[in-house]
């Protein structure tokens, strides 16, 4: 199996190390958005989308690499890492799966953690969720990335 992970990663590496574990797994590519290439994601069996959460959503970068993929056919998975909680109405990565379904791709499964945040108000503070992602984070993404591998992961 081909899989890319396409990852945007930009305040403290958290979401890389997560990309990193799950690669691992499936044997993955990661790249930057803005070296994703299109005829590689294209012939890909398997390709993530991955970013930390800013103001409640995925990265503009890794959003905008999205919105400019051509229509597709390949299993994909959205990831996230925040240092807030999600809510359940309303998950960090609808909104990329949702870009993605809209083109034709099948959305296999999503992935969220926390990690470490230093946003404006937690940066006072030294910042939240100190030495995370952690071990259990990591084992989880491993995890993931094994249903995925093995197709048995599906969103709800």
Do not use: Q
Request: aromatic share 8%; glycine share 10%.
């Amino acid at each position: 199996m081909k899989a890319v992970i396409v990852c945007a990663s930009v305040s403290h590496g958290n979401t890389r190390r997560v990309a990193d574990s799950m690669a691992r797994v499936l044997r993955a590519k990661v790249v930057p958005p803005e070296e994703a290439d299109p005829a590689e994601l294209a012939g890909a069996d398997l390709v993530g989308f991955g970013s930390g959460v800013f103001y409640g959503r995925l990265h503009p970068r890794l959003t905008d690499c999205v919105k400019a993929l051509p229509a597709g056919r390949a299993r994909v998975f959205v990831f996230a890492t925040s240092g807030l909680p999600e809510l359940p109405p309303a998950p960090f990565t609808r909104p990329v799966a949702r870009l993605l379904e809209g083109k034709g791709f099948e959305v296999a499964g999503t992935f969220t953690c926390r990690a470490f945040d230093t946003w404006a108000p937690f940066k006072l503070v030294g910042g939240i969720n100190k030495h995370r992602p952690n071990d259990t984070d990591l084992a989880a993404a491993r995890a993931f990335a094994e249903r995925l591998e093995g197709g048995r992961e599906r969103l709800p």
